[in-house]
């Protein structure tokens, strides 16, 4: 990253203890307080020693000495502390102290950058490079100035200076090794070994140097080998819990790796320490910017520059924003601002493109790097920024990246992020391109036969359906990449490895993590094809600018799945009335406690849709679309536009939640509606039992003590439960019955438990008392279709299964009613009654790719190959490398009288399985369809020889031979 020093304004330069023999015990005590994190001791012991200094006349060399270092301790216990007033009393006095001395003018001119005043922080540099000419900290920071204060587009700076001196005396102190690692750094020939020789001769020396850990962790954020940087500034951080520069590093490094919740608590101990530190308020404001809390970013702002009215991350992302919000005054305003501040304002541009890359403004932000390039053509990170931002722009500049990716790389041949992109797209260059009306697809050769066609038809499809929808399409073609490995995939969009995500839209551009034939895991990327591409719609009608809640919410509405998977969470969430509000779901993108926050911020975005809809018609959304073009936030449109108020839109959407999550599975194995524990919403321990006699609560949790009687029965009886002891649970629930016959969750797990332990007349008798009482009565249903089961009576233990489905149904795993009835009609045979509901657990389970092959065999046996199709497609969606999806997406072809498309697939599957005896045997059929009886003959004698099992291949065979000689078949 360019210009670190500007944004670690306030780095260390005093090894703790280092010279400790010329040095008062006092001055060394209060130099080991401040490194070691108890600053305000230190700042204590510095001032009195610099009182007892200026109360003398005339000061002996030790003095002057105790007089420079105790000036230059307090200006650091300022910077860290941000006691403002008190740095600029202790700047007077330096600047009157005589003789002049160049530790104290060097931490002077380090406060006046703090403040923003450039060219006074020169002019204190300056001065102690005279007072000592090999001041290597002044000379360095002097020259990070230049690169900004001179308006030339050249560049004339001494850093080899720091490396010549270096090679002809290599005796530096661990403090000044700091310096010349970092001039290393800044050389147009990057000189990496330099740097990291300095710093580990620094730190074999004094192994925690807090300065050198900080500029060894910023030389690995340079490389943008983010974990590194992370785990060497934490090292800092360790020795010294009061580092404001490592905290700084860590705070910009997870920024750039998009961990805005680790960001944030990095962001918070530095103005914990500091509440008026410019780049961390600059960090706070983009942070709460970015999660529409715009009233929090602008206080940030106001503070920021009430300390340094030109820093430059300030300015940037002030313009990021007013970029977004399309306040084309307060853009120039910031610009103007920029240029006057800085003769040469090409680090602003460029911190201004990394902002607006992070907000997908990526045009804007290849034009701020063109800026930044035009007034400094050295600026190696933007220019590999700029290379990477060509792979998002657009569809033709991705085609072109890999050109510009290797120019970067020449000059900046140490920056991970671009070594693994470059390589990545010389990797891509190979992929099979293929076109159709509205797409481009790069997909790997293999992919391309085993399933390019199916995803070229579904983008088509789904780009129908949404055009017509929105309202809306495109001025060019879409580009959609697939990536089977999944480190390729998360460096297309990342440039690391390990970003875990499954898909990423960047507008015009859709990056995919396609299905690996190493790893079929029963991911149904046609699922999430349609959510990404939703994406692009809603990017595209908004201008990139809408908020992330509400994209999201837009896209998981136009699934196919219906995310049963996080329904357990939304239970438990709702139990604890902490479901996220409307007017703060970007935070539960942005900076989440955790994953199950995330997958919360995903379902509740799309209740949230869908509420809006159900209320105001789909046709709201295109008008919020429009209004969010704007830049506005979700405060400022979503009342206005809709007239719901957020309270209002926040309760519509938990009875949705409400609803949503009782249809799913009980949160008990007992009842439809145990009795809750109030006490256990307090605190958080919710007993949660998705399906039927599986234990996923804590028993200590559930045995929580109670006074109240009712939930005691019912705790112990479900305790008993849970661990199979069926007759004891029964025994207490009797007792409890006794006394209150009434009681409908008792009555129904006592139907439960008398089932359990095979007492079926006391369990039909309870089921019916219980569905009597009231005919919700899940488990009761449950029990009946058990019951009627096992007495063989197969209709009407169907009925009752599919009563107890209806009441829950998005209950559909292991042991479930509708599993349970599909069970009973595929042993029975009943083929037009198990498609029924075959067909509707699977519109439920949408990865499970075994229901849908053999939907797809029910519906060819039941003469429906439409239908049968759709099925096969969908298990080609989840796993397109198993050779059975396509022999059966062949014959599905070959029914609906495309014999020249069955063989495409025929062929991948023998592809797949070279012995695959049924690929031949389909190839064969399709074949003697499309007019060709001699290689069908070749087919099916292959198919015979792979699989001498397979009678339909043979008598296919005997057919073909004996119509060849003019025979029936079967004669003699």
């Not at 780009?463 to 990536?483: G, T």
């Not at 990423?504 to 990056?511: L, N, P």
């Not at 039941?862 to 014959?891: N, R």
């Amino acid at each position: 990253m360019v210009l670190r020093a500007l944004l670690l304004a306030v780095a260390v330069t005093v090894l703790p203890g280092f010279m400790a023999q010329a040095r008062p015990s006092r001055l060394n005590e209060a130099d080991h307080l401040f490194w070691s994190g108890k600053g305000m001791q230190a700042l204590a012991l510095y001032q009195n020693l610099l009182s007892e200094c200026t109360a003398t006349e005339t000061l002996s060399g030790a003095s002057q000495e105790v007089q420079a270092a105790a000036s230059a301790g307090i200006l650091r216990s300022c910077l860290r502390f941000g006691k403002h007033d008190l740095a600029e009393k202790t700047l007077a006095l330096i600047s009157q102290t005589q003789p002049p001395q160049a530790e104290p003018l060097t931490w002077a001119g380090n406060y006046a950058e703090y403040r923003g005043r450039l060219q006074e922080a020169r002019d204190y540099w300056n001065q102690a490079l005279q007072a000592d000419p090999m001041a290597l900290e002044a000379r360095y920071r002097l020259a990070e100035a230049t690169s900004v204060l001179s308006s030339s587009s050249e560049r004339v700076i001494p850093y080899r200076w720091f490396l010549e001196k270096y090679k002809q005396n290599s005796a530096f102190s661990p403090t000044d090794l700091e310096w010349i690692g970092r001039a290393c750094v800044r050389l147009e020939k990057y000189e990496w070994d330099g740097a990291q020789k300095a710093y580990k001769q620094a730190l074999d020396a004094s192994p925690a140097l807090e300065s050198v850990l900080v500029a060894k962790g910023d030389l690995w954020m340079d490389r943008y080998d983010e974990d590194a940087a992370i785990k060497i500034y934490a090292d800092a951080i360790k020795s010294n819990p009061e580092s404001l520069p490592a905290f700084l590093g860590l705070a910009l490094t997870q920024r750039e790796k998009g961990d805005f919740s680790s960001c944030k608590r990095s962001v918070d101990r530095i103005l914990a320490l500091n509440p008026f530190h410019p780049t961390a308020l600059a960090l706070l404001a983009d942070l709460s910017y970015y999660d529409q809390q715009n009233a929090e970013a602008e206080e940030a702002l106001r503070k920021g520059y009430a300390t340094s009215p030109n820093d430059i991350v300030l300015l940037s992302v002030e313009a990021t924003y007013a970029i977004r919000r399309n306040d084309q005054a307060r853009v120039q305003q910031v610009l103007e601002k920029a240029a006057k501040a800085y003769p040469n304002p090409g680090e602003f541009h460029f911190q201004l493109a990394e902002c607006l890359e992070r907000n997908y403004l990526f045009r804007d932000a290849d034009d701020h790097h063109n800026r930044c390039l035009t007034l400094a053509p050295w600026h190696k990170r933007a220019r590999a920024a700029k290379s990477m931002l060509s792979g998002r722009i657009s569809p033709a500049s991705a085609e072109n990246a890999v050109e510009k990716m290797g120019d970067a790389f020449r000059s900046d041949p140490f920056h991970i992020r671009l070594f693994n992109m470059r390589n990545l797209f010389k990797k891509r260059s190979e992929f099979k391109k293929m076109e159709s009306e509205h797409f481009i697809l790069r997909i790997p050769t293999a992919g391309a036969r085993t399933y390019g066609s199916l995803a070229l038809e579904n983008l088509e499809q789904t780009y129908h359906e949404l055009s017509e929808k929105f309202h809306y399409r495109h001025s060019e073609k879409i580009l959609v990449e697939f990536y089977e490995d999944p480190d390729d995939f998360s460096v297309r969009i990342a440039g690391l490895p390990g970003t875990g995500l499954a898909g990423v839209c960047f507008g015009d551009i859709i990056i995919l993590s396609a299905p690996g034939r190493s790893r079929m895991t029963g991911f149904n990327w046609g699922n999430n094809l349609r959510h990404e591409l939703t994406h692009s719609f809603t990017l595209g009608l908004s201008d990139a600018r809408l908020p992330r809640w509400y994209t999201e919410g837009l896209s998981v509405v136009e699934e196919w799945d219906p995310n049963s998977n996080s329904d357990p969470i939304l239970a438990q969430r709702l139990r604890l009335n902490d479901l996220v509000k409307v007017e703060e779901m970007d935070l539960a993108f942005h900076r989440p406690k955790n994953m199950a926050t995330v997958a919360l911020a995903y379902a509740q975005s799309g209740e949230v849709v869908q509420a809006l809809t159900t209320q105001l018609g789909f046709g709201i959304h295109l008008t919020l679309l429009k209004e969010f073009a704007s830049g506005q936030s979700t405060q400022e449109v979503l009342p206005r536009v809709t007239g719901i108020s957020f309270q209002k839109l926040n309760e519509l959407v938990r009875e949705r939640v409400e609803k949503r999550v009782n249809q799913g599975a009980p949160p008990s194995n007992l009842a439809s509606s145990p009795p809750v524990d109030d006490s256990l919403k307090l605190s958080g321990m919710i007993p949660a039992v998705t399906e039927i006699g599986s234990v996923t609560a804590s028993i200590a949790e559930i045995m929580k003590p109670t006074d109240n009687p009712r939930l005691t029965a019912w705790k112990t009886a479900q305790k008993e439960a849970m661990t199979g002891q069926w007759e004891e649970a029964l025994s207490g629930i009797s007792q409890w019955l006794a006394g209150n016959p009434a009681d409908l969750p008792f009555i129904e797990a006592s139907a439960v438990c008398a089932y359990h332990t095979g007492q079926k007349r006391e369990a039909r008798k309870a089921a019916g008392a219980a569905i009597e009482a009231s005919s919700q009565s899940y488990y009761a249903w449950m029990v009946l279709g058990w019951l009627d089961r096992d007495n063989r009576r197969w209709d009407r233990a169907v009925q009752n299964l599919m009563a107890a489905h209806r009441l829950r149904p998005r209950s559909f795993g292991s042991g479930s009613p509708i599993r349970e009835a599909e069970k009973i009609l595929q042993e029975r045979g009943t083929r037009e009654e198990y498609e029924e509901i075959l067909a509707r657990r699977t519109a439920l389970s949408t990865r499970d790719v075994q229901g849908f092959l053999e939907l797809a065999r029910l519906r060819r046996e039941l003469g429906k190959p439409d239908l049968a199709l759709q099925a096969i497609t969908q298990a080609a969606f989840i796993e397109p490398w198993l050779p059975e999806t396509q022999v059966l997406w062949g014959d599905c072809l070959l029914d609906l009288g495309k014999p020249r498309e069955a063989i495409d697939r025929y062929q991948v599957a023998a592809d797949l399985d070279t012995q695959n005896g049924k690929a031949r045997l389909g190839m064969a059929r399709a074949c003697i369809a499309s007019g060709s009886r001699e290689q069908a003959e070749a087919f099916a004698r292959e198919a015979v020889a792979l699989d001498p099992t397979l009678e339909e291949a043979a008598t296919l065979l005997d057919e073909i031979t004996q119509q060849s000689s003019g025979k029936p078949a079967g004669g003699s």
